[in-house]
């Protein structure tokens, strides 16, 4: 799995839409996507 960046903002929370874009602009699966550290993907 290589490296995408994603536009994020100053958000204290990300709500749900907010990561279905940032998945979508990263061009990752769902599971690729909260995979890429250990301790995200420890909460999928």
Do not use: H, P
Request: charged fraction near 25%.
């Amino acid at each position: 799995m290589g490296r995408q960046l994603v536009t994020v903002d100053n958000y204290s929370e990300f709500d749900e839409t907010l990561i279905k874009i940032m998945i979508s602009q990263s061009g990752f699966t769902r599971e690729q996507f909260y995979g890429a550290t250990k301790k995200t993907g420890r909460k999928i």
